[in-house]
């Protein structure tokens, strides 16, 4: 096991700090991002999760995922969280009481046992199950892991391929900021301005009794997320009927699903099945994101904002993740390489990747994703590096998260422009791919 490179001095150190964390932050059998601000099982942050916890257990990274996909919905989607009934309702906004999925969402196939969202998260799943798979291939072909996990992971990616290809382009768009897990970023702005915040006194928010006000996303921010959630709630979560009043399609997201219908061809081989659909379906996303999302003279990948149209003018870190696509034409990788070196993405004071735009109009290095630097962005865009044959940037990207993470207490963010940890500490994910970079 290779866990010499933290220039922390001290990996092992690091290495059980980070299960430590892991442990601290068990559920059951899933794990919650942060014991404080995110009590129950997030999608996105279980897909990151998994990906860490496969060095200490196979068995409990795949029950990680396989919790997770015991909520998916019969129309395919993975719920963003899976409510934990054992926590007091007013422990998170929006708790049960306001998404109603097993009510509201019954005719789009919520399951009536668990309480969940009803929006979904990036698909970084599929990705994460092959590589909980791959790291002990008996233990999962023991357990049957791949053969169960198959056909719900297919499902998720039919779902977001079709319900939510609302642009008819062939990508999936999201129909809320929290969608994206970026929930705050200046990308979303502009579309958000056309929608009518729900009034302060309509819902209360549990996040400020853990968060600092400058951290967070605003009032007015959260205005307007509930308006959305609660108007997808009233149209029965149904994305035929509902009128999404925001619908963007992504970078980030749509990159993940490319991946993620790779690890689907690649489980599906495994199994001794035709992995070549999956495959084909890779490389048609991977193509449309440059179709529709590419900005030549940027250098980066933009937002589309299916309501006018148009791209986005505004430069987030989501669109410098697509370099996680192996089947991207080089000269794009490079520039987006590029990017990275260039005045708007090489924070002064740490060497992760910030989540906006440093010399954009919009951005705060301390609110959430309207400035600071990201540990699961950073882990995504290193496996880009890698899979570019970028190794330098990669090993130093690699150096600087270790650092970073061990210095911070597994922070949930950093200022770029300080260094300073940020958020909530003692962060699953951030906790998770510290691990998986160490081994
Ligand atoms: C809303 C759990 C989640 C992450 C998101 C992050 C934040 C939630 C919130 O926390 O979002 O889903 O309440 O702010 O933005 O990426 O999955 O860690």
Do not use: K
């Amino acid at each position: 096991m290779d866990r010499s490179a933290s220039s922390s001095g001290a990996p092992d150190a690091l290495w059980r700090q980070a299960a430590d964390v892991l442990a601290g932050n068990r559920a059951g059998s899933s794990t919650v991002p942060s014991r404080t601000l995110y009590p129950h099982q997030w999608s996105w942050d279980s897909a990151f999760v998994a990906i860490g916890l496969r060095h200490l257990s196979a068995r409990r990274a795949q029950r990680e995922l396989e919790t997770l996909l015991a909520a998916q919905w019969a129309d395919g989607r993975i719920p963003h969280i899976v409510f934990n009934p054992a926590v007091p309702h007013d422990a998170y906004f929006p708790s049960p009481d306001f998404w109603q999925s097993s009510r509201a969402g019954r005719a789009a196939g919520a399951p009536s046992g668990r309480e969940t969202s009803g929006i979904v998260q990036p698909p970084v799943h599929a990705l994460a199950a092959w590589l909980v798979h791959r790291a002990d291939p008996e233990e999962s072909r023991r357990r049957g892991f791949l053969a169960r996990v198959r056909p719900r992971l297919a499902a998720w990616h039919d779902y977001l391929l079709t319900r939510r290809d609302l642009g008819g382009g062939g990508l999936a768009a999201v129909v809320h900021p929290w969608e994206s897990g970026m929930d705050n970023s200046p990308c979303w702005d502009r579309a958000l301005r056309r929608v009518e915040p729900a009034p302060p006194g309509a819902f209360r928010r549990a996040d400020l009794h853990h968060g600092h006000h400058a951290d967070r996303p605003t009032d007015a921010d959260y205005g307007r997320y509930v308006r959305l959630a609660a108007d997808y709630r009233e149209a029965g979560y149904d994305d035929r009927a509902a009128r999404h009043g925001f619908a963007v399609e992504d970078p980030c997201f749509n990159a993940l699903l490319a991946v993620g219908e790779l690890a689907l061809a690649a489980i599906a081989r495994d199994l001794g099945a035709d992995g070549d659909a999956h495959t084909a379906r890779a490389e048609r996303i991977a193509h449309r994101l440059v179709v529709r999302l590419w900005d030549a003279d940027a250098g980066v990948f933009r937002v589309r904002d299916l309501r006018d149209g148009t791209l986005v003018d505004e430069q987030g870190v989501g669109g410098l993740v697509p370099l996680v696509v192996p089947r991207l034409p080089p000269a794009v990788a490079d520039r987006l390489r590029a990017a990275l070196h260039g005045p708007r993405f090489r924070a002064p004071a740490t060497r992760l990747v910030p989540a906006y735009d440093l010399t954009g109009h919009a951005f705060d290095a301390q609110r959430y994703w309207r400035g600071p630097a990201w540990f699961n962005t950073a882990w995504l865009i290193h496996r880009g590096l890698l899979t570019h044959g970028f190794h330098q940037e990669a090993a130093q990207l690699r150096d600087g998260f270790l650092t970073e993470a061990g210095r911070t207490g597994f922070a949930e963010y950093v200022d770029p422009v300080t260094g300073a940890g940020r958020g909530a500490r003692r962060f699953s994910w951030t906790a998770a791919l510290t691990l998986d970079l160490l081994r």
